[in-house]
């Protein structure tokens, strides 16, 4: 797969996982992780993270917003948490959306919340279990 471009697995009525993400090793290991966790559900990629609040913002017009975001966070990104709070500050339905984060640099508790799990890069079983509690979590809130 091209780096460069982006990907969709299906166009059904579920929401999709949407996976963020530019690193082809991170991108072909949380696909495989997010097709274990549930091999029905939609995946689309976004590679340039620049793109995902434009896709958020018309997801939500076009009531599509996805299931669960896996945001890979590169050690290069100046701002590696930005998307993750902006996310947070947007009304629901994007901002009640279950994050999963890969990274391998860790984080601090300011950069914690109840919704957003951090998993290591290196561990398929770990991002799967990961993607499963996310979706899980998400359809929890949905029934309150």
């Given at each position: 797969m091209n780096a460069g471009s982006s990907y969709c697995a299906d166009v059904s009525?579920?929401?999709?996982?949407?996976i963020v993400a530019a690193d082809e090793q991170v991108i072909r290991t949380v696909l495989a992780a997010c097709e274990q966790a549930d091999p029905q559900r939609p995946i689309m990629l976004l590679p340039q993270a620049h793109k995902v609040r434009t896709y958020?913002?018309?997801?939500?017009?076009?009531g599509r917003c996805p299931a669960t975001?896996?945001?890979?966070?590169?050690?290069?990104?100046?701002q590696p948490w930005?998307?993750?709070?902006?996310?947070?500050?947007?009304?629901?339905?994007?901002?009640?959306?279950?994050?999963v984060v890969v990274s391998a640099s860790g984080y601090?508790?300011?950069?914690?919340?109840?919704?957003?799990?951090?998993?290591?890069p290196d561990?398929?079983?770990?991002?799967?279990?990961?993607?499963?509690d996310a979706l899980t979590r998400r359809k929890q809130h949905s029934l309150h």
């Amino acid at each position: 797969m091209n780096a460069g471009s982006s990907y969709c697995a299906d166009v059904s009525l579920e929401p999709p996982i949407l996976i963020v993400a530019a690193d082809e090793q991170v991108i072909r290991t949380v696909l495989a992780a997010c097709e274990q966790a549930d091999p029905q559900r939609p995946i689309m990629l976004l590679p340039q993270a620049h793109k995902v609040r434009t896709y958020l913002r018309d997801s939500v017009a076009t009531g599509r917003c996805p299931a669960t975001v896996v945001v890979s966070i590169d050690p290069e990104y100046v701002q590696p948490w930005a998307l993750v709070h902006w996310i947070r500050e947007q009304p629901a339905p994007v901002g009640k959306v279950s994050l999963v984060v890969v990274s391998a640099s860790g984080y601090t508790d300011a950069e914690r919340d109840d919704d957003l799990l951090l998993v290591r890069p290196d561990s398929l079983e770990d991002l799967s279990h990961a993607v499963v509690d996310a979706l899980t979590r998400r359809k929890q809130h949905s029934l309150h």
